[in-house]
C-alpha cells in the first residue's frame, strides 16, 4: 500500500492511495496496482498501474550478466586515486 500526497505552495493538498501486488521470481518482477484519488484535487477517475522487469543478468548469464570490467578491462585504476579502497580480500588480491 503507497500513499502518495503533494502539497503545493499555491493549492491544496492532492494525492493517491495506491494498494497493489508484486510478484518476484528469479528472472522477472511484476507489479500491478490501483491507483485511487484522494479528493477532487487529485482526479475523480480510478486508474491501475503495471510493471514488469527483466533480470538480463540471471537471464543471459554469459553475456549481458558478465560484469562490465570482463568486457572493458578492470576500472578500477581510475577510482583508486579519487577514492582510495580499504585493503580487504578484493579481485586483485586474488588475480595477482
Request: no cysteine.
Amino acid at each position: 500500500m503507497e500513499f502518495a500526497f503533494q502539497t503545493p505552495l499555491d493549492g491544496p493538498t492532492t494525492g493517491t492511495v495506491n494498494p497493489g501486488l508484486i510478484w518476484v521470481n528469479r528472472y522477472l518482477q511484476f507489479a500491478a496496482r490501483a491507483v485511487f484519488p484522494v479528493n477532487a484535487g487529485s482526479g475523480r477517475d480510478v486508474g491501475a498501474r503495471a510493471q514488469i522487469h527483466f533480470y538480463l543478468s540471471e537471464i543471459f548469464p554469459d553475456t549481458l550478466g558478465k560484469r562490465i570490467r570482463v568486457y572493458f578491462g578492470d576500472s578500477r585504476m581510475a577510482f583508486n586515486k579519487a577514492m582510495p579502497m580499504t585493503k580487504t580480500a578484493s579481485y586483485s588480491d586474488k588475480n595477482g
